[in-house]
């Protein structure tokens, strides 16, 4: 009989093997199927590689599209920390996205001073994604409604809404009728690094892992929302207000979601389009996981992860794999993590039954 | 012993490039999933036909379900900076993307399908769709008893709201009494979310179905409330053989063909391609045997006469759905006001978000 049995504490060694087994798993798992398509997987592999790591636009790449990634789960380190599960990173990140052409668009459209736009186009991008998140915190908070749902629930809402938008009254009216706005003004747009792709927007990732490092592991906050992850009755009886902390977290998850719907409107995307987001919130929430809520591996976690993703593409490219194997690479990936989740808070104990029992 | 390995490695990548260098390489940005059935399918097929055309002067790669804007624009740069000497971009929302990219690789030739800009090495491709749509109105005006059709379509964009007006003037032509009833689905590509709009036209007393979406889900549920239907893309009887009765279906093998060839003779030159049924890119497909003889007969000829430039389904006069005219009688709409058009004729119950 397999019984389950709380552990008292989980070694870091024990928490990193866990997130490199899972991916080493998804690899072996999805190399199996390669296989049975009649691709070596080694080849393949190979690739996959190469590319992302291996190439100077493949890495630039990677990291243009790591940054909204990447914020979005450095956001999620703290509700995630105390156990509030926000699922909404994905529409926290549009709606920072809208934030941000509102601001470029509507409000400071003839702003030529390209230091403020920037930094004005990112306030908004940062208060509409945390108002996105208020709402969930505030309900989760104070009616103590499920937070899982409620998240899920309002990214289909943002997408709606940017989707109202680009088909409606935001339309760019000389695009020939297509869903989309116009192009962000010339200060709105990011410089590069060289001939690259990268924007300055990379500038922001370390120290938004700063931040969060900082928030979590050395500001005294960062111990209430541990002690509250740990058990919320013994944060209220240590006199913590774990619904204002909760609200908190929320806030700043979706502020960081929302920074980087601003940076990718104004460093890669420069226009809202109809269908733009590729799931980088959700994409976001494995990364957050893989990186076990640490700051400094969130960062690393986020540019490997994305990495993987973009790869991935070489495989369909060079290999002609359907789509589909890299949905299965990345749902291994979530269920090992899950599984992991629960090996490094349990042991699995194989219970023999005792002599004088009877079957 | 490291570096025997890399040189190795260099070594055969050199020879590979020099075995496959002489290939034309030609790879196809794709918004869905192949097995689609529909819209992507149309320009596999397009490009299993160069396959066949060119043989080993030519080597072809896809990449599909694509999302549009800066995602695809990542993916597109990846193949032009791996050596693919032609680029098919197939959905109109990759092409900001492709021209970046363009201007980022000029000696790559770049085609993106469905939208209007162009530059010295990114031709703008599209075929006129609303040609077979007319035809395929008219079977539609034959066939309803109820004078209901129903039309589960896309997105409210200019080329989907093209292909309706020119089914409802179909229509109109041979039963001025029905309407055409439009559903949004706000998807190109999601069977459950299409079969759901065209049961809610089917409710509503709809009793021939039609689409501007990528997959036969339409097709089957018409078949189920024992309607007719008409497809899109390609031929989709196969899905719905008591119900289908025609599509008007792309044949991309047409243009790419063209493409290519041009490409190998050192003749290509960026254009901007809007081909109609005279040049083969746009049909309407096999009618089956569900169409009355003298429809079929109507149909094949109305379609020798818009081949031939003898009619145009746009002529005047041309009414909007609040009684404006649109296009006066005797004139025919021109190519800017079809390209942009954002109003439903007279005979179309729906409305476009604004």
């Known amino acids: ?359 | 012993m490291k570096h025997r390995g890399f040189i190795l490695l260099m070594v055969s990548l050199l020879l590979v490039a020099v075995v496959f260098g002489a290939k034309l390489k030609v790879a196809f940005v794709y918004v869905g999933p192949v097995g689609d059935a529909g819209w992507t399918y149309a320009h596999d097929m397009g490009r299993r036909h160069i396959e066949e055309v060119f043989g080993d002067q030519i080597e072809t790669k896809f990449i599909e379900s694509v999302p549009e804007g800066a995602e695809s624009e990542r993916v597109i740069r990846s193949l032009a900076a791996q050596g693919y000497d032609v680029i098919f971009t197939t959905s109109f929302g990759y092409m900001d993307a492709t021209l970046n990219v363009a201007k980022q690789f000029p000696k790559t030739k770049f085609l993106h399908c469905s939208g209007y800009k162009t530059y010295t090495n990114m031709s703008a491709y599209f075929g006129r769709m609303y040609e077979p749509r007319y035809l395929s109105g008219l079977i539609a005006g034959v066939m309803t008893k109820s004078n209901k059709i129903g039309y589960v379509a896309a997105h409210p964009i200019p080329e989907v709201i093209r292909g309706i007006n020119a089914f409802a003037l179909g229509v109109k032509a041979v039963n001025p009494e029905a309407k055409v009833y439009v559903v949004w689905s706000n998807t190109w590509y999601d069977p459950a979310t299409e079969k759901e709009a065209a049961i809610s036209l089917l409710n509503a007393g709809c009793d021939v179905i039609t689409q501007h979406q990528d997959s036969p889900a339409p097709q089957q549920a018409a078949q189920e409330y024992g309607a007719y239907s008409i497809g899109y893309n390609s031929d989709m009887s196969v899905f719905a053989p008591k119900a289908y009765l025609t599509a008007p279906v792309w044949n991309w093998g047409v243009y790419y063909e063209k493409v290519i060839r041009e490409v190998l003779n050192g003749t290509w030159k960026s254009e901007n391609f809007w081909g109609g049924m005279d040049t083969g890119v746009v049909d309407l497909g096999p009618m089956t045997d569900l169409v009355p003889a003298g429809t079929q007969n109507l149909v094949n000829a109305v379609k020798q006469a818009i081949i031939a430039k003898k009619f145009h389904p746009f002529t005047g006069p041309i009414y909007d759905q609040e009684g404006k005219l649109r296009i006066p009688a005797g004139e025919v709409a021109s190519d800017e006001m079809l390209l942009s058009m954002d109003w439903f004729v007279d005979n179309v119950v729906g409305t476009i978000p604004k």
């Open chain 1, 1 to 359: 009989m397999l019984r389950l049995e709380r552990r008292e504490s989980t070694s870091k060694t024990f928490q990193i093997a866990i997130s490199v087994l899972t991916v080493v798993l998804a690899l072996v798992v999805v190399g199996i199927l390669l296989y049975f398509f009649g691709v070596n997987p080694i080849e393949a592999y190979k690739e996959m590689f190469l590319w992302p790591f291996g190439n100077v636009y493949g890495f630039s790449d990677t990291l243009v599209k790591s940054i909204p990634i990447t914020l979005a789960a450095l956001g999620l380190i703290f509700p995630f920390q105390m156990r509030v599960w926000n699922i909404g990173a994905e529409g926290q990140f549009l709606m920072g996205a809208f934030g941000a052409s509102l601001a470029a668009l509507y409000i400071f459209p003839g702003l030529e001073n390209r230091i403020l736009m920037v930094l004005l186009v990112s306030m908004f991008g940062i208060i509409f994604g945390s108002l996105w998140a208020a709402i969930p915190g505030l309900m989760k908070a104070y009616l103590r409604a499920d937070e899982i749902v409620s998240t899920i629930m309002l990214n289909y809402v943002a997408l709606l809404w940017i989707d109202y938008l680009v088909y409606g009254p935001w339309k760019d009216p000389q695009g020939y009728n297509f869903p989309m706005t116009k192009f962000f003004p010339d200060a709105a747009w990011l410089p590069y690094f060289g001939q690259t792709q990268i924007h300055a927007g990379i500038i922001i990732l370390p120290l938004a892992a700063f931040f969060a490092y900082y928030l979590t592991r050395l500001s005294p906050w960062g111990l209430k929302i541990k002690v509250i992850g740990d058990n919320e009755k013994t944060a209220w009886y240590a006199g913590i207000n774990v619904n204002r902390e909760l609200f908190v977290a929320m806030l700043l998850s979706g502020a960081l979601a929302g920074l980087g719907g601003a940076l990718h409107m104004m460093g890669a995307q420069h226009r809202l389009q109809h269908g733009f987001s590729a799931g980088y919130g959700y994409t976001a929430i494995i990364v957050a996981w893989l990186g076990k809520l640490n700051p400094w591996a969130v960062l690393i976690v986020g540019i490997l992860f994305t990495g993987l993703l973009v790869g991935n593409e070489q495989l369909q490219i060079f290999f002609g794999i359907p789509i589909s194997l890299i949905f299965v690479f990345q749902g291994v990936v979530l269920l090992g993590l899950l599984a992991g989740e629960i090996l490094s808070r349990y042991r699995i104990k194989f219970a023999r039954k005792g002599v004088g029992e009877n079957a």
